[in-house]
Nanobody, 123 residues
Framework: VQLQASGGGLVQAGNSLRLSCIVSGSVRDINAVGWYRQVPGKQRELLAA???????YYQDSVRGRFFISRDNMKNTVYFQMNTLKPEDTAGYYC??????????????????WGQGTLVTVSS
């Protein structure tokens, strides 16, 4: 399984970005796909995840501002980020968990990772 994240860039505070994560390879081997954020020097955190049956999970800090969706026909998971803030500046990574797991928030269960895309929010 391979994951390719894209869509990052430089935006002004208050604007939006949509990240995409294309999954290829043995797509049927995975279930949940999550979006993680990592700031240098800080622990990586799971912001949202979605199962193949479209059940979502959101971290409380982003619920209502960020939205995750999935197009199984395109093998793509999207991450819509609205009203961006400078503190959202980070590397964003998509990751996938094997089909044996349901909607999981355990990082050790996300065994497939994309390369990350950088989001920079200017004030």
């Amino acid at each position: 399984v391979q994951l390719q994240a894209s869509g990052g860039g430089l935006v002004q505070a208050g604007n939006s970005l949509r990240l995409s994560c294309i999954v290829s390879g043995s797509v049927r081997d995975i279930n949940a796909v999550g979006w993680y954020r990592q700031v240098p020097g800080k622990q990586r955190e799971l912001l949202a995840a979605i199962t193949s049956s479209h059940i979502p999970y959101y971290q409380d800090s982003v619920r209502g501002r960020f939205f995750i969706s999935r197009d199984n026909m395109k093998n793509t998971v999207y991450f819509q980020m609205n009203t961006l803030k400078p503190e959202d500046t980070a590397g964003y990574y998509c990751a996938a968990a094997p089909r044996m797991h349901g909607l999981t928030t355990a990082e050790y269960e996300y065994i497939y990772w994309g390369q990350g895309t950088l989001v920079t929010v200017s004030s």
